[in-house]
């Protein structure tokens, strides 16, 4: 089945520092979801993007929808440890059932 | 407040038998999903339902069954369950095209 590349899978960076992670497809979107999921937990939405170009903010958190509808990033500013966790991207071309990535997993050292 | 529940949370099982994990949503929601989450996999979707009486399924729904009697729940059964039905299994529930609430999770061991 269809899936979502993400990268990186994982990554280990230091308390204070900026994240990137993207996600692309080979398929076209409409609508692009990042979730964060906590160790024991299911997903939580962070992020929902509407429209290829936009970007949006969820206090340190800012997402992009990219332009060709096929990819997407999220940013992280400043981390602290409780960012650590799994990242997922998810998408939908319309309808109400979305594809998810692989997901990154980020570990932050105090 | 409205929530989505999952029960049980942990599970452990023997090949071959019948298992149903419980899923249940106070939101209202018509739509419904189940997902297994498998390292290097990500969340795979298992079956969906859009509403009473309509169930379909996804990507990887072999072996598993759901059946939507009320708006409410969205029971999972694994007919005959095998070892590779190990997972880690989350419903979902949404009314909108803009993302879904999880539940927290059964952690399911067949052995």
């Known amino acids: 089945g269809q899936q979502l590349n993400q990268s990186p899978q994982s990554m280990f960076i230091q308390e204070g520092e900026d994240v990137s992670m993207n996600c692309t497809s080979s398929s076209i979107f409409n609508t692009w979801l990042w979730y964060k999921q906590d160790p024991g937990e299911g997903p939580v939405l962070l992020i929902a993007l509407y429209k290829a170009g936009e970007l949006t903010s969820n206090g340190r958190l800012t997402a992009q929808f990219g332009i060709t509808r096929k990819d997407s990033f999220l940013n992280i500013s400043a981390s602290i440890p409780s960012d650590v966790g799994i990242y997922f991207c998810?998408?939908?071309?319309?309808?109400?059932?979305?594809?998810f990535g692989t997901g990154t997993r980020l570990k932050v050292l105090a | 407040d409205a929530e989505i529940t999952q029960s049980p949370r942990h599970k452990i099982t023997e090949t071959g038998r019948q298992v149903t994990l419980a899923c249940h949503q106070t939101?209202?929601?018509?739509?419904m999903f189940w997902y297994r989450q498998d390292l290097g996999h990500g969340l795979r979707l298992i079956h969906y339902s859009y509403g009473v009486q309509d169930t379909n399924k996804g990507e990887v729904s072999d072996g598993y069954s759901v059946s939507r009697s009320n708006t409410e729940d969205l029971p999972l059964t694994l007919e005959s369950a095998a070892s590779s039905q190990t997972s880690v299994y989350f419903c979902a529930s949404s009314d909108t095209l803009y993302g879904y609430t999880f539940g927290s999770g059964t952690r399911l061991t067949v052995v």
């Open positions: 939101w209202n929601h018509n739509n």
């Open positions: 998810a998408g939908s071309s319309g309808t109400y059932k979305y594809i």
